[in-house]
């Protein structure tokens, strides 16, 4: 991801401790790391949709999606 997309998604900076990342953080909390990454991705691709090209994080996206499901597969993620 490039820094002018970065810079437009929840997390930026100090983006996880305001509004925009509160649901995560709220998931975070309670243990649920897969539906926070899901949110993340969620955030990807509007930033995408905004920036003009809707499939631009489509190949990162299904990678880290693969290794995110084997974490929770295996437990080490919920």
Do not use: E, N
């Not at 997309?5 to 900076?13: E, P």
């Not at 994080?57 to 990678?63: C, R, Y």
């Amino acid at each position: 991801m490039d820094p002018v997309d970065h810079r437009l998604t929840a997390s930026y900076g100090g983006g996880v401790h305001g509004p925009r990342y509160a649901p995560q953080r709220a998931l975070l909390a309670r243990g649920q790391t897969y539906a926070a990454f899901m949110l993340d991705v969620a955030d990807a691709r509007a930033v995408a949709t905004a920036q003009g090209d809707p499939t631009k994080f489509d190949a990162a996206i299904a990678q880290a999606t693969a290794y995110a499901s084997c974490l929770k597969r295996f437990g080490i993620i919920q």
